[in-house]
């Protein structure tokens, strides 16, 4: 799917013969990604800095407690960077969770990082995860905290969930907290997600998103895959609900190399997935990607 589609027209104008371009000045939004875990001198932060035909608008997530008062500065008039602030469930402190808890909800104090100086949009990602070392109480005691402190600010919530069972209690918890009006991203929904409770997610809370990646483009169970497929080509209303993200520098797409994984080339690519997923008239991999922009705008409150 890769050598389809012609990554030059992410950062200039280009009439290649290859099968897919992207709009010039369509607006790259990747609503999911660890920009602390990716460093700034990445040729691809040249690539975007030198074009004139794009801005892209990337959702960071401190996700590591350890780096919630670091700073990568991003000095480029394109690039713009909103960030989210939470405890992952593979991150929680062994000792002071209480502690680290409160550091949490004062850096939310502000709606301005008070070291980067950058736009606070959200709580999280934060979540269950049966793959992480911390005990199950403490997840859910760190998660049930976060729940609340989207709440209490009115802030979209960003959720992350590793393991068929957990969905469900992901679900019970934010049902029993948040009223159903609230912004909530589902991070990396892919085929082995609990679909039916991702269905009942949408349909509880209006304002939901639900958040695709690069991690699609792997088949590891292909029964799984096609229930997969059939549910996004079938689903009445997802497309309402649908936003893109990189998670970059994790989960790189299928055949393309490490090197050039980042967020413009990661939503391209899973742009053109869903496109082929849905094939569906007047659906490209452009369009879609104005689709899910919109969304993420209405969730996050970007600027695009
Ligand atoms: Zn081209
Ligand atoms: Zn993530």
């Not at 995860?129 to 209490?152: C, G, M, W």
């Not at 918890?173 to 009942?200: A, F, G, M, N, T």
């Not at 229930?227 to 609900?241: A, C, G, M, Y």
């Not at 569906?280 to 969730?299: E, F, L, Q, V, W």
């Amino acid at each position: 799917m890769n050598s389809q589609l012609c990554f030059k027209s992410l950062y200039e104008s280009c009439k290649c013969p290859l099968h897919t371009h992207l709009n010039k000045q369509l607006p790259i939004v990747d609503s999911h990604c660890h920009l602390d875990d990716f460093s700034n001198n990445h040729p691809y932060f040249r690539s975007v800095s030198a074009s004139n035909i794009r801005e892209v608008f990337l959702v960071s997530n401190k996700h590591k407690f350890h780096n919630w008062d670091t700073v990568f500065p991003l000095p480029y008039q394109n690039i713009h960077v909103y960030e989210t602030f939470g405890m992952h469930p593979k991150f929680i402190p062994e000792r002071d969770i209480h502690l680290t808890l409160a550091h949490l909800e004062n850096i939310f104090c502000d709606y301005l990082h008070p070291v980067s100086g950058r736009h606070i949009v959200g709580v999280g990602e934060t979540g269950l995860d049966e793959t992480s070392k911390s005990p199950l109480e403490h997840q859910k005691l760190a998660f049930e905290r976060q729940v609340i402190l989207a709440r209490n600010l009115n802030l979209p919530l960003v959720l992350h969930c590793r393991g068929y069972p957990l969905f469900s209690l992901m679900l019970d918890c934010i049902e029993s907290i948040l009223p159903p009006s609230h912004p909530i991203q589902w991070h990396c929904v892919k085929s082995d997600s609990h679909l039916e409770v991702i269905d009942r997610f949408i349909s509880i809370f209006s304002n939901s998103v639900v958040s695709l990646n690069g991690s699609s483009t792997h088949i590891r169970d292909i029964d799984q895959d096609k229930v997969f497929k059939k549910w996004i080509r079938n689903h009445p209303t997802l497309i309402n609900h649908l936003v893109l993200e990189t998670d970059c520098p994790w989960l790189c797409p299928k055949n393309l190399p490490v090197l050039e994984f980042n967020p413009c080339t990661g939503i391209f690519i899973v742009s053109k997935w869903v496109e082929d997923v849905l094939r569906a008239p007047g659906k490209n991999a452009s369009t879609i990607i104005r689709i899910a922009n919109d969304n993420a705008r209405r969730t996050f409150g970007l600027p695009i």
